[in-house]
């Protein structure tokens, strides 16, 4: 595991938007900009199952994320393990992730919760930062 700076802890927990680049099957990059948690440990990603995203990193778990702040940006190299729907984590990290898009923290689990999830077919990309740059 990366060792993160406090100030690249700071900067990750200050954002809740950044991009996502995975390879595609032909070896060329995709990216998208999606949401995420820090926990202070691992990004967690809410994406569903029939996305190029997905696909591209359960085929290829090597991931580059970039939160970037006008001219100042962090770059996270790493792994994303892929937690699929019926994994038991799913629930309570996606329910993280949207706390941190919405801001509502008294969010909780619940059935109408799981059910939307597997309605949008969710699941959940954990990334733990391999290498960690930062530009200003």
Request: hydrophobic share 40%; proline share 3%.
């Amino acid at each position: 595991m990366a060792i993160l700076t406090e100030e690249h802890k700071q900067y990750l927990y200050a954002h809740k938007w950044a991009v996502l680049a995975t390879g595609r099957k032909n070896g060329s990059p995709q990216i998208s900009q999606i949401a995420y948690d820090f926990d202070g440990e691992d990004i967690v990603i809410s994406i569903k199952s029939f996305t190029a995203k997905w696909k591209n990193a359960v085929r290829q778990p090597k991931i580059a994320l970039l939160v970037h702040d006008d001219r100042k940006q962090l770059i996270v190299y790493g792994e994303a393990e892929c937690i699929a729907e019926d994994h038991p984590e799913r629930n309570a990290l996606s329910l993280r992730v949207f706390k941190k898009l919405t801001g509502n923290n008294e969010m909780e689990l619940s059935d109408d919760f799981t059910k939307t999830l597997d309605d949008q077919q969710r699941t959940i990309l954990r990334i733990i930062p391999g290498k960690v740059m930062m530009n200003e």
